[in-house]
């Protein structure tokens, strides 16, 4: 990546970080705009880190639960298209206060002592705007913990249990890419906090959580 290229790529987080610092602000509407123009600049065929990072937030900014699940599973489809030797930007983090709800049932505020999940890549302090670049493979798998946690909260707003806990699932299978740090045991905590409260539904299985899905 030439220097002027990863300017842009900066610039580009940059825009998204001014968004979300709007959003942690209560402006909803505004940071729903902004994020918006992004993602129409950024194109189906842009950075597969951008779309990802910037869909992650924007389901943070929904008010229907319908919605916040569809831009959640944007996320996930722009991380699976993260491939080895796809140079990453900088990593997607929902910053404290913006991860999975701890009652999957919360709105924004979804931090742990809030709410479910710190930011993506928090952990080691890769935040929107922070410079730091770990490796293609790296970045992917530390990604899916968080990003299979928010979908299985939105499938809890939307009284899909089974659907919940396939997500579930796959947030716990995924944990072993967290390091042992404040990111890393707040997403288990979350995950943690989401597998009883869905153990706790009633008509289940002694089961609910198996290790893998197909």
Same mark, same amino acid.
């Given at each position: 990546?030439?220097?002027?290229q990863?300017?842009? @790529?900066d ?7 001014q968004?979300?610092?709007?959003l942690?602000?209560g402006?909803? @509407?505004?940071a ?11 194109g189906?065929e842009?950075? +597969?880190?951008h ?9 943070d900014?929904? /008010?229907?639960?319908?919605?916040? *699940?569809?831009?959640? *599973?944007?996320?996930l489809t722009?991380?699976d298209?993260?491939?080895?030797? @796809? @140079?990453?930007?900088?990593?997607p983090?929902r910053?404290?206060?913006?991860g #999975? %709800?701890?009652?999957?049932?919360e709105?924004?505020g ?13 952990? +080691?302090?890769?935040? #929107?705007?922070q /410079? !730091?670049r ?11 913990? %968080? *990003? ?15 659907? &919940?806990?396939v997500?579930l !699932?796959?947030a716990? !299978?995924?944990?072993?890419a967290l390091?042992?740090?404040?990111? $890393?045991?707040?997403v288990? &905590? ?14 289940? $299985?002694?089961?609910p ?6």
């Amino acid at each position: 990546m030439t220097e002027q290229q990863e300017a842009s @790529e900066d610039a580009v987080m940059t825009r998204i970080g001014q968004a979300v610092i709007l959003l942690h602000a209560g402006d909803r @509407e505004e940071a729903r705009n902004r994020l918006g123009e992004i993602w129409a600049e950024i194109g189906a065929e842009g950075d +597969s880190l951008h779309r990802c990072t910037l869909a992650h937030y924007m389901a943070d900014a929904q /008010d229907d639960p319908a919605d916040e *699940l569809a831009w959640d *599973l944007r996320a996930l489809t722009a991380a699976d298209g993260l491939r080895p030797g @796809e @140079e990453p930007g900088l990593p997607p983090g929902r910053r404290p206060g913006h991860g #999975v %709800s701890q009652t999957a049932g919360e709105g924004p505020g979804r931090a742990p002592g809030e709410g479910a999940g710190q930011t993506i890549g928090e952990g +080691s302090g890769q935040g #929107v705007g922070q /410079d !730091a670049r770990p490796g293609p493979q790296q970045a992917v798998r530390v990604f899916y913990p %968080s *990003l299979h946690l928010s979908l299985a909260a939105d499938y809890v707003k939307l009284r899909r249990p089974e659907a &919940a806990r396939v997500h579930l !699932a796959r947030a716990r !299978a995924a944990t072993g890419a967290l390091a042992d740090d404040g990111y $890393g045991n707040g997403v288990r &905590a979350a995950i943690a906090r989401l597998e009883r409260r869905l153990a706790a539904e009633p008509g289940e $299985g002694p089961r609910p959580f198996p290790e893998q899905y197909s």
